[in-house]
């Protein structure tokens, strides 16, 4: 019995995250993609959102890991950056202008989702260049510090694409652009990597 309740429970996942990504790979407006809407897609009971990811906001974030790894095969460059024989801070650098190129590329989504990020980043979650950082430092910085430095670096990046407009109107930085992006991103590393 207790197979068969497992084998249920992962379709029942897989059927939410199926219905979560198409919803929100074809909406304008993520606040449209409600939990009922995402339940009512995969033919599910409400409630198994909750009971098998504890939340709308996390099912996203599983959604966004996804999409991640999608553009991460549709885009060779990315995944050959971060793989290249360059510097570590190059990594930094590089992982953090494309998760910024997609998250800016898939606002709504990135809306929906970064907040959650923000409130309940925890262990690896939204911690990506945490590698690369240590790597960075070597053994002139300690483990917390690291990890202080990529939640950081991390959180004002997300951050930065949830206010966007405010950074274009206010500020003169349009992040949506390549190269505006590349400079923002390099200049905000150097004050965390120096």
Request: neutral net charge.
């Amino acid at each position: 019995m207790q197979k068969k309740q497992k084998r249920d429970i992962e379709q029942t996942r897989a059927a939410l995250l199926k219905a979560a990504k198409e919803l929100m790979t074809s909406c304008d407006d993520a606040d449209k993609v409600t939990s009922r809407a995402i339940a009512a897609r995969a033919g599910v009971n409400l409630a198994m959102i909750n009971y098998c990811f504890g939340s709308r906001e996390a099912l996203l974030y599983e959604v966004f890991k996804q999409l991640l790894g999608d553009a991460q095969r549709a885009q060779p460059e990315l995944a050959k950056a971060l793989g290249a024989d360059i510097a570590p801070r190059e990594r930094v650098v590089m992982l953090h202008f494309y998760m910024m190129k997609l998250m800016i590329a898939n606002f709504s989504f990135s809306k929906a989702i970064t907040r959650y990020i923000l409130l309940n980043r925890s262990g690896e979650m939204g911690m990506e260049s945490l590698a690369c950082i240590r790597e960075h430092f070597g053994k002139r910085k300690s483990e917390q510090e690291c990890r202080l430095i990529a939640f950081e670096l991390s959180s004002l990046h997300e951050l930065a694409v949830l206010r966007n407009e405010e950074l274009k109107e206010e500020y003169g930085t349009d992040l949506s652009d390549d190269d505006e992006l590349m400079r923002y991103v390099r200049e905000s590393t150097q004050r965390f990597l120096d």
